[in-house]
């Protein structure tokens, strides 16, 4: 009699599982999951376009200085030619 019990709640323990266990709710699920993913992929994305436009932005202004300083050297060197001339 003392063995019964145990085993008679492991047995309405694994009963209960087996039957949540065989609930058909996939299609819930997988439009949960598809929803959850979809969500975390555009905050993604839009961080990604704000990181990226702010590196394009610091890109673009460093080598803006870098083309001027170019072309202010070359023009340096085009007048220092034509002074020697």
């Not at 023009?75 to 030619?81: H, V």
Request: proline share 1%.
């Amino acid at each position: 009699m003392k063995n019964i019990f145990p085993i008679s709640i492991i047995l309405f323990f694994l009963i209960s599982i087996f039957q949540v266990g065989c609930i058909d709710d996939t299609a819930e699920q997988e439009a949960i999951f598809k929803n959850a993913v979809d969500t975390l992929y555009y905050r993604g994305i839009k961080q990604f376009n704000i990181d990226l436009d702010s590196i394009c932005t610091l890109q673009k202004d460093s080598m803006i200085l870098s083309y001027m300083d170019s072309i202010t050297e070359i023009r340096l060197k085009e007048i220092e030619n034509l002074k020697q001339k």
